[in-house]
């Protein structure tokens, strides 16, 4: 049995050292006990580039933060690193941790060539657009026919439509780049319920709230308008006449309810709601709404989930991760 223990412990350090990722052994005082290989080569260690020591020092380890990417300096040179820590216990309940090291340098500088070419593009498109809108004020102005307004009011649309996507690409952007925080998940929705209210007014729609206090969630601004597209989509296209926003604490999440007693959604189509592309009303929609939710929502750890409404529609809920450390 010894011998067969020693012949698993040589495999495992094989392993170890041969790894095509940077690999580090550590105490839970932080005290690192080995590196492999391709740790070295990351660091440039034997190039008199960072010593472990320093790369801990550097990333400013949080050990409640289990994965995380940043920016270090290696022979007066910055490259990126991204990074994951995960606990290893022994049968003596020893707690170590091994913290895994990618070099993602060229994959940064890809995805800064990228937002480069990003940001031309919406700049330029956001200038023809204004041209455009020029135009169209002109065109009113001439006193055109009948024919010729419909052929205006398609264009206008076509011009709110291209808007529209420029910034949903915005939006994607901002969730990508702000990094997970603490924020007031009821404030958050307050304030966007107020910017909501005379909306809500012209449509007649009675909103009813129960929020409450000190629900700290993990998150960042974009929430807002994740929260915001929701109720405007009921506002819009549910056809109701009363809005319920509650929350609610489960053990380790806090959940956000936004319903309404508009129609909701038949059950074989709310598989498909969160689709890119998927609209029920193509004429007042391109379908990405709420495809653009999920996917911020799930860029700050959380769900997004249909179901039928006690009120007789819909019930959009949100699932945060309660955060109760920065």
Known sequence: MSRINHLNRVRLENLFQKSSIGLIELTNEGRI???????????????????????IEQIDLNYDEKHGIEKIKVN????????????????????????SLNDITDKKKAEKRRNLVEELLEHDIKNKLMVMDGYIHLLKETNPSEKQTKHINKIEKTEDELKYLI???????????IKKTKIDLTKTTEKTIEKLQHKLKQKNIKLETDLHNELQVNGNEILTEVIKNIIENAIQHSDCSKIRITTKKTNDKTILNIEDDGAGVPPKLQEKIFQQGYTSDREHGLGHGLYLSKKIIENIDGEIEYKDSELGGSNFQLKLKQKTNL
């Open 33 to 55: 006990l080995r590196a492999n290989q391709k740790t070295n080569e990351i660091l440039q260690t034997e190039k008199d580039g960072l010593s472990c020591n320093d790369l």
């Open 76 to 99: 007066d040179k910055n490259i990126w690193i991204e990074y994951h820590l995960n606990p290893l216990n022994d049968l003596n309940g020893f707690h170590r941790y091994i913290l």
């Open 167 to 177: 910034n949903n690409i915005t939006l994607l952007k901002k969730a990508d780049q």
